[in-house]
Nanobody, 128 residues
Framework: QVQPVESGGGLVQAGGSLRLSCAASGRTFSSYAMGWFRQAPGKEREFVAAIRWSGNRQNYADSVKGRFTISRDNAKNTVYLQMNSLKPEDTAVYYC?????????????????????WGQGTQVTVSS
């Protein structure tokens, strides 16, 4: 069982930056991926970014490409989301998700049902 814990959210002005962290505790698996999703009030949860634990393939939603960067620290079992040039529409609760199943060719990093464990979320608020 893996428990993701997010941190790093807060208030920031438009154009500013934040760095989110997701630390995975408990029993981990050698083959898995981690992703970031977000949900604004009254909106559906949407995909933001993902990274494979083995290898370095990254995926981003079109809305954040060029502004957000996902990275990892294998020794710390931690994934980061560097968010630059933040916009008010980025305001949401950001969730970290962990996949603990073997990766397959049909793995879709943007699909929520491809992940097995979820954190409680961290609030990001961007003011205009």
């Amino acid at each position: 069982q893996v428990q993701p814990v997010e941190s790093g959210g807060g208030l920031v002005q438009a154009g500013g930056s934040l760095r989110l962290s997701c630390a995975a505790s408990g029993r981990t698996f050698s083959s898995y991926a981690m992703g970031w999703f977000r949900q604004a009030p009254g909106k559906e949860r949407e995909f933001v970014a993902a990274i494979r634990w083995s290898g370095n393939r990254q995926n981003y939603a079109d809305s954040v490409k060029g502004r957000f960067t996902i990275s990892r620290d294998n020794a710390k079992n931690t994934v980061y989301l560097q968010m630059n040039s933040l916009k008010p529409e980025d305001t949401a609760v950001y969730y970290c998700a962990v996949r603990n199943r073997l990766l397959r060719n049909d793995y879709d990093p943007s699909a929520a049902d491809g992940y097995d464990y979820w954190g409680q979320g961290t609030q990001v608020t961007v003011s205009s």
